[in-house]
Structures are given as C-alpha cells and as structure tokens.
C-alpha cells in the first residue's frame, strides 16, 4: 500500500476538481471556496455531473447531504442516482439542484420550538467549502441544515458564521499593522481524539454500555492505571491492527491522522490529526468518531467514545487545538521574529486572553453535556474552572510590560512596545502542564475541555466569536487612535491588567487554586450543564453572539433548549438503566447467591460443622441486597416525576440536584455487593474484564 497513492482517494478534492472541471467553473467554485466570491448557481450542474461521475468510477450508487443536526451526531439519508430511462432501463443522474439544495423531513431532528411540527421541512444547503466524499458506497456532499425560517438546525453554520466573524475582525487589526496583503485570516484547529477499546462479545453482556455508552456499575478492579505503565507503552497487536485500519479509512478520505498512542487509562488510546481550517477539522473529526467505531467492529472491538465510561479511570476528552492564520500564511499567535511582528502577536494574545476571561461562561457551555460533567473536575480532566496557562517566560514578558518594568530577558531598560525589541521568546518547551483547561503552547491554544463525544463546533463557535467582539472593540478603538504606537502600547498593557486574573501557571487540579480562583479572582466554577447552560441566555452573552451575526436570538433559545434536552434525555437513559439493572440482574444473583450460601449454611449447621463464612456473608449480601432494593425503588419513584414535568430548566435541575444523587446512592451498594459475591454469579462483565480484556 502506498500512502500518498491511497490518501485522499475518497475525496473529491482540489486535484480531481482541477482535473474534472471546465477551467470556467474551476476557477469559479475555487472563488467561493476561498470566500471571494458567493456560489454561482450556474456552475452547480457541471460541478454535480463530474462528482457523479467520479463517484461512479469509484463504486457509488448513492449519494447524501451529509449534516450535523444538533443530536451530536451526524446526519445522512441516502438516494440512487438511478432514473429511469425510456427501455426500461436506468441511467445515473445527478443535477447541480440535488447537489445544492436538499430537503429532508427534518421533524425528527431537535429544533427545540424553531419548527413547528406542521413545518416538517428542513434544508441541507452544499458547503462548497468541504470536500466531498465517498463513504461505503454513498457520495456525501458536506451541507449546512436549516429550517424553513432560515433558523441554523445544525453546528456547521453557526460555526461558518463564527469563522466569517473572526476574519473581519482579524482583518481590520491588519489593516492597522499595515497588512493590506492579508485577504483573509481562518482559524485552524487540531482535535487530538481520545477513545477506549474494548472486547466486542464483552461490551455486549453490559446493558449500561450498550444503552448509554458508560458503566453504570462496576467495583474498582484490583489493578488501575496507578502503574502508569499503559501511556505510551507498546501498542498491542490487535489495537494496533485496529489503528492501522482506522489509518487507512481515514487516510482515504483525506484525514490528515497523524499520531496514535496509548493514553493513561488501560484500554485508552489517542488519535491526533494534523490541523487544518476549523470547518474542514470539524467535518473531519465527526467523520473520525464515526469511522473509529464502524472500524472497531470489524477487529471484534467497540470504541467507546463516552468523557467517563469507567468510574476511578481517566476519562476521555479532546484537545482542541486552535490557531488564527492569515492567508499569507502567518500564524498570528506564533511569536514573531521583529519587534514589529511581535507586537501585532502580542496584541492578538492579549485578545484571547481578554475573549476567553469574558467569555468563560460561553467556553464553559460549549462543552457542556452529561456525560462531560463527569470528567471536567474529577482529578484527571481539567477543573470546570476556566484559566488559561502560558507559560513562565511569557508570563514574564507580560508581567514586564503590564508594569512598564525591565523585563531581565533583555538588556533594554523597559519595553516600549512596537519601538523596542522584544526578547525573543522561543516556544515555550516547558510546558507539560497537563492541569490547565486552557494553554498557550507556543503557536496555539489548546483547549482541553472538550468532552470526547462532542463535536468540535461548538467550542470553536464560541471561541471564535468571542475573539472577534474583543478584536471589534480593539479594532474600534485602534481606529480611532491618533497615535497608533502608544494607543497599542496602551491597549495592551490595559488588557493585561484587566484580564491577568484569567491567568494561572500553576496546578489546576489543586483544590487551593478552584478557592483562590472563585473566591479571589471571581472566576466562575461551573460545575454542571444546568449551571452552565444558564449562561447561554445571559445578557451580555447572548448581545455579543447576536451582535457577532453567530446566532439569531431565536437560535439560542432554540438551542438552550436542546442542550437542556440532551442532557436529560442521556441521563434519564441512564437512570431507568440503572434501575433495570439492579432489578433484573443484580438483585437476583446476589440473592441467587445467597440462596446458595444458606444452602450451604443448612448443610454444615446439620453436620454440626462451622460455618462462620457462610453465616458472615450471606447476612452481609442479605443486608446489601436491602439497601439496593430500597435505593432502587427510590431511583424509579424519582424517574416517574420525569412525565410531571414540563419545563426543561426545573427538568434539568432535578435531575442535577436528585437524579444523579440517586444514583450515586444506588450504585455504591451494587459496587459493593460486586465485591462479595462469587464471579460465577455476577451477571455482567467486572471493570477487569472490561478493561483488561482486548489482548
Ligand atoms: P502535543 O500537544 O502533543 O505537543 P503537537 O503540539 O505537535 O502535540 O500538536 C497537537 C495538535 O495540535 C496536532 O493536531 C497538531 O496538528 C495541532 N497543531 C499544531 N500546530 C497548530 C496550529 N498552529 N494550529 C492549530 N493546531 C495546531
Ligand atoms: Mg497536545
């Protein structure tokens, strides 16, 4: 096999379309590809009929407006290219309408109030800008979903919206450098994917992974990942056949998969991709989630994508890399080598900064869901605080010119910005600092709070309008500066002053600094999706989204919702999981047993023998076997209320503030009945089995 023969050979790409197209309408889809120029209608059916015919050489017989509604997942329905011709026969068509717009019954998709269900209809509109694909047999053709109002159904046009905001903005601080060669500035993401593997016949002897895609029981098994002995260690033959087959999937349609490796947990593993544009990253990323799970079954494995499927083990979560570009090619937060570059750096810096310490809130919701809230704040992920990590010798530098002091990297007595040389600052290699849930790593961010499962929109939505309203204001103001040097030089050192609480070097997982953090520096603590969903309809929040052309106010209500929706719909799965469990399963082998116990018991008490251990035990299930039963009941009773409610917030809330209590309550006695009771009888596969069962 030859990579550079194989990759991208699903892809509808710039190379096939050079060679497809009529130079005309090339040149012309290049145009709206690289945001100069809206789609012409005119070149859609040359463009449909050379991606039909090029899907058919490659063995498509169908062809989908791939989407990404608001379930999480993404969305396809599919159709033939056949039509019938006059003998009887068919012919393989395909118009620049069907390849443009599509129409699917959208009334099963969650629009949370912005269609009425009369108004089934919702439409799939091509985004030029991702290639398309083939997958299986289906042609996929990346599309936006809206409604019939025009109201964002998905994550991809808010996030096209967000990219558009953040490159006008991006451009008028340009323009104030002088950069007048700058035409357009993108911002870049690599998501580094983390996953579990486990045994396929395994994984189906547990009703809570197959339902919910988490553990639901499971007592600690006697070995963990205390040993570290898993994180970049040898790959084992069959997760590395596994990867090797990922690899080539993903490589075919032009995934830039690049690093695999062992995580910390047992049985979790990495996938980095090379970065690319934010849209493309995305698109890419849900195709990987979906391909490293349909891969898994052929190698008799499963992927769990869950942030927590195994108590007491890490969780997963993705590192969601991001950068701003120029189309030039400079990367603006990458430390320039002039003096005059290293402004213009420092300026889009300090713009993050100030973004993500206004914006927290936002950052903090965007990965908000059920399953995240088990994993931000737990000793592996980072906390549910926002603060953002750069560095000793940036800090340095920062602090200097925040005190207009000498900075001792450099023999000038005092930085005066954009006059002076900078020192330079190298990458900085230091860091490793695994705890901070936002870190500049030399030439990017990395945000770490990502949930597994989630798609990379949203945060990057909220990343990047948050970026573009603090470039407008900085942008406003620069503007109007009659001295551009000082009012820069000022503008920064105000930025530092103002937003330096965001800022922290040290460990985010010490329970000191989420005190210092919320009680000193006010940052906010958002510990579950309720609590920070209600953000998302916050004044100032919700003005600078709409204010960003991001979302309209009726998306966000619309999505404040379906947020609150997912999140209750996984955690009452999980509930009424949970209680079928215990009932049906655990119950009646500890009690099954135990019966085998005071069997023995009679046996040995007739014979006059001792029978201490039997006594002992059976009294301990017999016991636990109460405390089950009684929180079981306690959990069903509460999962009734569930039809009682009609709003989403109180729904939300109850589930935060008694559900999840519940079972907690209703799992530590199970765990603990697990852990007495003969593995002959245990009706489901242990944390062991799980964990150390693909060999
Ligand atoms: P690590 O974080 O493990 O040190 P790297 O820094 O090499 O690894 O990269 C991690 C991820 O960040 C990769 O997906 C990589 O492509 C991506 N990345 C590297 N540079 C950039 C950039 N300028 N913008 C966005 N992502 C980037
Ligand atoms: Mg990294």
């Known amino acids: 096999m030859s990579v550079p023969e194989i990759f991208g050979s699903m892809v509808f790409d710039d190379q096939v379309m050079r060679g497809r197209l009529p130079a005309k309408v090339y040149n012309s889809l290049k145009k709206t590809i690289e945001g100069d120029a809206p789609l012409d209608p005119g070149v859609a059916n040359a463009v449909a009929t050379a991606m039909r015919d090029w899907a058919v050489e490659k063995g498509a017989t169908h062809f989908t407006h791939w989407f990404q509604p608001l379930t999480g997942t993404s969305a396809e329905k599919h159709d033939s290219f056949i039509s019938p011709a006059p003998d009887g026969r068919v012919i393989m068509e395909f118009s620049g309408k069907e390849l443009i717009q599509g129409e699917p019954d959208a009334s099963s998709f969650p629009s949370g109030g912005l269609r009425a269900t009369f108004e089934a209809r919702g439409y799939t509109a091509w985004d030029p ?82 339902y919910t895609g988490r553990t639901l029981f499971g007592a600690k098994p006697p070995k963990g990942q205390e040993l570290d002995d898993h994180y970049f260690g040898s790959i084992k033959p069959r997760v590395q056949a596994y990867m090797d087959d990922l690899n080539q999937e993903l ?11 062992n995580e910390v947990a047992p049985a979790q593993h990495e996938l980095a991709p090379i970065y ?38 890490n969780g997963s979560g993705k590192h969601n890399n991001w950068s701003m570009a120029t189309d030039s090619g400079i990367n603006l937060l990458s430390p320039g080598d002039t003096p005059h570059e290293n402004v213009q750096f420092l300026l889009f810096l300090v713009a993050v900064i100030r973004a993500v310490d206004e ?16 994993r931000l704040g737990a000793n592996e992920a980072p906390p549910a605080v926002i603060s953002i990590f750069l560095g000793e010798e940036l800090q340095a530098i920062l602090d200097a010119i925040e005190a207009d002091a000498p900075y001792a990297g450099t023999e000038k007595t005092r930085i005066k910005l954009g006059v002076d040389a900078l020192p330079r600052f190298t990458r900085d290699t230091t860091d490793r600092n695994r705890t901070s849930p936002f870190a500049f790593t030399g030439n990017k961010f990395e945000f770490r709070m990502v949930g597994s499962s989630n798609s990379i929109a949203c945060a990057n939505i909220m990343l990047n309008a948050s970026v573009a309203a603090v470039l407008e ?38 329970d000191a600094w989420i005190e210092e953090a919320t009680e000193q520096r006010g940052l906010l603590n958002l510990k579950t999706t309720p609590d920070a969903m209600a953000w998302l309809l916050d004044k100032k929040n919700m003005d600078m989204l709409i204010g960003q052309k991001v979302f309209s106010e009726a998306e966000l209500r619309s999505r404040y919702e379906i947020q609150l929706e997912n999140y209750c719909k996984s955690v009452r799965i999980e509930a009424l999981t949970m209680v079928d469990m215990a009932r049906k399963q655990i119950l009646p082998a500890v009690s099954g047993y135990s019966a085998v116990l005071a069997s023995a018991l009679t046996g040995k008490k007739a014979l006059g023998v001792a029978c201490g251990y039997e006594t002992k035990l059976v009294e301990r299930l017999s016991a636990l076997a109460d405390v089950i039963d009684e929180a079981a009941d306690d959990l069903a009773g509460l999962t009734d209320r569930f039809d009682t409610m009609e709003d ?35 009706p489901f596969p242990t944390y062991g089995d799980l964990l150390f069962g693909v060999v």
């Open 129 to 210: 800008t991702s290639y398309a694909f083939i997958k299986g047999k289906t042609l996929c053709i990346p599309t936006a979903f809206c409604s019939y109002g025009g109201e964002a159904l998905d994550k991809k046009t808010p996030l096209l919206r967000s990219m558009d905001a953040i490159n006008r903005q991006a451009l008028r601080v340009l323009r104030l450098f002088g950069r007048t060669d700058v035409k357009r500035v993108t911002t870049s993401v690599g998501p580094e994917q983390e996953y579990f593997l486990v045994d396929e016949e395994t994984f189906k002897k547990r009703p809570d992974l197959i």
């Open 251 to 261: 490589w075919k349609l032009g995934i830039l998969a690049k690093t695999e490796h």
């Open 359 to 374: 914006y927290q809130s936002l950052l903090r919701l965007s990965v908000a869901t059920a399953g995240n809230d088990h």
């Open 276 to 313: 690319t544009t934010t849209n493309i990253a995305t698109d890419h990323n849900q195709l990987t989630m979906e391909i490293m799970r349909k891969v898994a079954t052929r190698h008799g494995l499963v992927c769990l994508l869950h942030e927590k499927p195994f108590a007491g083990v």
């Open 473 to 510: 204001d900085m942008a406003d103001e620069l503007e109007k500066a009659e001295d551009f040097d000082s009012a820069l030089h000022d503008l920064i050192r105000v930025t530092i002053k103002e937003h330096k609480r965001i800022i922290f070097n040290g460990n985010g997982y010490d």
């Open 648 to 682: 989403i917030t109180e729904e939300a809330c109850f589930i935060r503030d008694q559900i999840l209590p519940a079972m907690d309550t209703l799992r530590a006695p199970c765990d603990q009945a697990e852990g007495c009771t003969s593995s002959e009888y245990w």
